[in-house]
């Protein structure tokens, strides 16, 4: 199978070219001197996944795979289930649900499941957010919790809870990714704990300090570090649009990843939704606690690539690029998010508009636009 178009090539650059593409894998991609109208892409992941199309994965783990196939609409190919805040029983059964972990989930017409992301219970009570923080534990220590298992891949914490610099060693230790979040750290322990191994900071500046010109806190921490990266949620609610020129001049595609940290209400009507325990009311534009706390978001990750591109905040090229290669780069998953030879055939075609044609697993077409109903 070939695919020509404006490829995003693996320098980052969109230009004419085409993929070649046997079995499940990338054997060739090529330049053109000229190429048909669309746009060829590696897959989008999603590093902050809490839910979608009804579903919630705090609430119900083994929906997890259910989603993972509704998700290839949104050119999604790969993402990490997010489970909140919650009793330590929940976290272990959703270590069940992926366990053994499959990446092509149940029946391999699924975008890849690449493990959990356990955000919580080490948070602060100061920055909880929409996490119930009758389940927030005051120690972080997941070896003792029995939060370190095979099937999570990244950690969200406060490193400013009793043990925290040495959870972060613990979770490094055994190849899993930490985030810091949901966080009143200040920037010098901030500094602290990404030397101590953190490496991503989760939805930057939501439910973390905010930046002072005095005490930059958590923010500034990953901001003025060398290499962290973070997440971001360009929905338009979690961070004003013009703050987006401002990170990519400060952080640029290569530290910044797009998430959605979409809800169970993200691709379905205004209504009430569950979040883990709590209950969201959904609007057409955010997610809310009755307090009026945001509470996850509806975004999608092909809107949010649009969005980027329609605020004029970046070139489409960034923005695929913070949707696909950099989340890569930062789980150290070597066979995805590029489109180079040996590479696995994980691919969106988009047209000019960005919108989803087809998305490709392994070299094989789960969705198309054209037919949606069939593939799903």
Sequence with gaps: MTLRGQVLFADGVLRPGE????????????????????????????????????????????????????????????????????????????????????????????????????????????RSGAHNRAHLRPRADPLADGLIDPSVKLVTLAPELENGLQAIRDLRAH??????????ASHDLSMEALDAGATWGTHLFNAMNP????EPGLPGA???????????IPDGVH??????????????????????????????????????DRVVTVSATSARLPDGTLAGSILTMDQAVRNLVTWGVCSPAEALTMASTTPARLLGAQQIGRLMPGAAADMVVLDETLHVRQTFVGGVALYDSANPVSML
């Design 222 to 232: 990953l901001l003025s570090h060398d290499t962290a990266m973070f997440g971001v």
């Design 239 to 276: 961070v004003h649009r013009s703050i987006f020129k401002w990170l990519m001049r400060a952080a640029g595609a290569e530290r910044m990843t797009v998430v959605t940290d979409a809800m169970a209400a993200a691709g379905m009507p205004p209504g009430v939704y569950p979040l883990g």
């Design 19 to 126: 993929v070649v593409v046997s079995g499940a894998r990338i054997e060739a991609v090529r330049a053109l001197d000229s190429a048909p109208d669309g746009i060829i892409a590696p897959g989008f992941i999603d590093l902050q996944l809490n839910g979608a199309y009804g579903e919630d994965f705090t609430a119900k783990p083994d929906t997890i795979y259910h989603v993972a196939a509704r998700v290839l609409q949104q050119g999604v190919t790969a993402f990490l289930p997010t489970i909140i805040t919650a009793p330590l029983e929940t976290y272990r059964e959703a270590f069940e649900v992926l366990s053994p972990l499959s990446l092509f989930g149940r029946d391999g017409r699924q975008a890849r499941v690449l493990g959990l992301h356990l955000e919580g219970p080490y948070l602060s009570p100061h």
């Design 211 to 214: 930046l002072h010109h005095r």
């Design 175 to 184: 190849g899993i990714v930490v985030s810091l979040g949901h966080s009143a």
